[in-house]
């Protein structure tokens, strides 16, 4: 693997950790690994995915600083965001900024089949929430 290849989701709760997974150029069961060490549960478990410091710890244990950003006035390839919307997205998203484009572990969220495609742009009926902005240590 390398760095911002697209990695399907392999939960229904799993898109934080398939954006790990692109991000570290590692396998989704290896990523979904460590962010449920950080969780202290399954991905699908207690309150449903992965929330932002979840990723942020899972991320600084493989020497990948982020900090949030609500505003942020540039999102550089690494940058892990939040969306939401209206349904299927209702229930938040996290998809990862790439020279490729937006890589979204679950393309066709409305779909039973859990597919990663590059987007240029959000999901349609979707906006931003919250950026994981990587920085230099």
């Not at 398939?18 to 290896?30: D, F, G, Q, R, T």
């Not at 979904?32 to 207690?46: D, T």
Request: net charge negative.
């Amino acid at each position: 693997m390398k760095p911002y290849d697209l990695v399907d989701q392999e939960d229904e709760w799993g898109c934080g950790a398939a954006c790990i997974a692109s991000l570290l150029a590692i396998p989704y069961s290896k990523a979904k690994q460590l962010v449920e060490k950080v969780k202290g549960q399954s991905v699908n478990a207690g309150l449903p995915g992965l929330e932002l410091h979840h990723i942020a710890i899972a991320l600084q244990k493989k020497c990948v600083k982020v900090i949030a950003d609500w505003d942020p006035t540039e999102i550089p390839d690494g940058t892990i965001v939040c969306i939401s919307g209206k349904p299927p997205y209702d229930g938040d998203h996290y998809i990862l900024k790439t020279p490729y484009g937006w890589m979204d572990p679950w393309y066709n969220l409305d779909e039973n089949k859990m597919e990663a495609r590059y987007r240029e742009t959000y999901p349609r009926g979707t906006s931003f929430l919250v950026a994981l902005v990587p920085v230099s240590s």
